[in-house]
């Protein structure tokens, strides 16, 4: 069952009548089974647009549909779906056990297709138990949330959202309350529980190492409005604009103004690599693995002076003065380079990207 949301549009106003569009005119398509990313910088409206998808906030235009069914009316229990908050919100008085079935013992459709007590006791338990299983909490059901980690308690918490069979998943920022490592091992459990029930489901975050690691796709916001709709991959690869340049990806991409001259970007006075793009200033980006250190002279090197170095990992991050912008590159750690000298790069044409003066990402070049 795909999702639309077409020409969706939510605009608060405040007491003194100013408004605030958080999300606006979002036309876009989730595909069933999908697990995509809402993915932007605080304030974008990633949570208000999870909200309208929930049937917690009204629309003030728009509508949305899963499937055929026109949902925009529809209360949220009405919806079929089931949520995850970032604090996992828990009965802390309650067993993981009684956690889960909670919402099953209290859902009127669930009472009526199991009308018989010793029945729908039997079937609650059929399915506390098979979802304990997916989610790997199969041993915790007799604990309270206190005698839990947190990593455990937001299985909990997504076990109990996909007990009642939801047709759609909404996660809001469900991975933020836990430290680095259990972030990293929680979310591929969202991956592998996702996979194997084959929910559509949302998946708000602001980070985009999360989004690009376990989504089909994400949808990339900037102030209400949709940036970019597309595989992980492709948002790193090919950005439709310099916002998703800039938001995808760490270290960050570098920016820059260069001119094009005689069918060369010129950088630090040297031609650097060849585009079929008319003479002019342009917004240049660059993302830091395309610096490739060169031999001096050749067609395409030119240099930089460099200010900075560190080792990351298998790589050495340097950074340099560039067109007068400071810039940061991450090159082999087997090519010796220090701190004050000069260093003769040319460019991987693959992650140098040339925009337009709105920011719009020129296709051919
Ligand atoms: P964050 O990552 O910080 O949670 P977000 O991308 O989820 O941010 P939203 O919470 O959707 O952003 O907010 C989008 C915009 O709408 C913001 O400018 C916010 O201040 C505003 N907003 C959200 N909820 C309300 C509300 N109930 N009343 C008024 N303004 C609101």
Redesign the pocket.
């Known amino acids: 069952m795909d999702i639309i949301l077409d020409g969706l549009t939510?605009t608060?106003?405040?007491k003194e009548n100013t408004e605030?569009?958080?999300?606006n005119n979002l036309c876009v398509t989730i595909p069933s089974g999908h697990l995509v990313g809402?993915l932007?910088?605080?304030?974008?409206?990633?949570?208000?647009?999870?909200?309208l998808l929930a049937g917690l906030?009204e629309p003030t235009s728009g509508k949305i549909y899963f499937g055929d069914e026109d949902v925009t009316a529809l209360p949220p229990e009405k919806r079929g779906i089931g949520l995850v908050f970032q604090n996992y919100a828990l009965y802390p008085h309650m067993t993981v056990y009684d956690n889960i079935a909670f919402p099953l013992r209290n859902s009127k459709s669930f009472r009526l297709s199991h009308p018989d007590a010793k029945e729908r006791k039997a079937a609650i338990d059929d399915i506390v138990i098979r979802t304990a299983k997916i989610v790997a909490i199969e041993q915790l059901l007799t604990r309270k949330p206190a005698q839990l980690s947190g990593g455990q308690q937001q299985r909990v918490a997504i076990a109990r959202a996909i007990a009642k069979q939801p047709k759609v998943l909404l996660l809001?920022?469900p991975l933020s309350n836990l430290d680095a490592r259990l972030r990293i091992q929680t979310r591929e459990e969202i991956r592998r529980i996702q996979q194997a029930t084959g929910i559509t489901t949302v998946f708000?975050t602001?980070d985009q190492e999360e989004a690009m690691s376990i989504t089909d796709e994400i949808i990339v916001?900037k102030?209400?409005v949709v940036q970019q709709v597309a595989p992980p991959q492709e948002t790193y690869v090919h950005p439709a604009n310099a916002f998703v340049a800039q938001f995808m990806g760490n270290p960050p991409i570098n920016f820059f103004d260069a001119s094009i001259s005689s069918g060369h970007v010129i950088l630090n006075g040297d031609k650097a690599i060849r585009t079929t793009l008319p003479d002019g200033r342009y917004k240049v980006g660059i993302r830091p693995e395309s610096f490739v250190p060169d031999e001096a002279g050749k067609d395409g090197v030119f240099h930089v002076d460099i200010g900075y170095k560190a080792t990351v990992g298998r790589d050495f991050q340097v950074r340099f003065d560039l067109n007068g912008k400071y810039s940061e590159a991450l090159i082999e750690s087997d090519y010796e380079v220090s701190e004050g000298d000069t260093v003769f790069f040319s460019l991987k044409k693959s992650g140098v990207h040339i925009f337009d003066d709105q920011g719009v990402r020129i296709e051919r070049w």
Request: proline share 3%; hydrophobic share 30%.
């Open positions: 939510k608060f106003t405040s605030t569009i958080a999300v809402l932007g910088p605080s304030g974008c409206g990633k949570s208000t647009t999870l909200f906030h809001d920022e708000v602001h916001m102030d209400g």
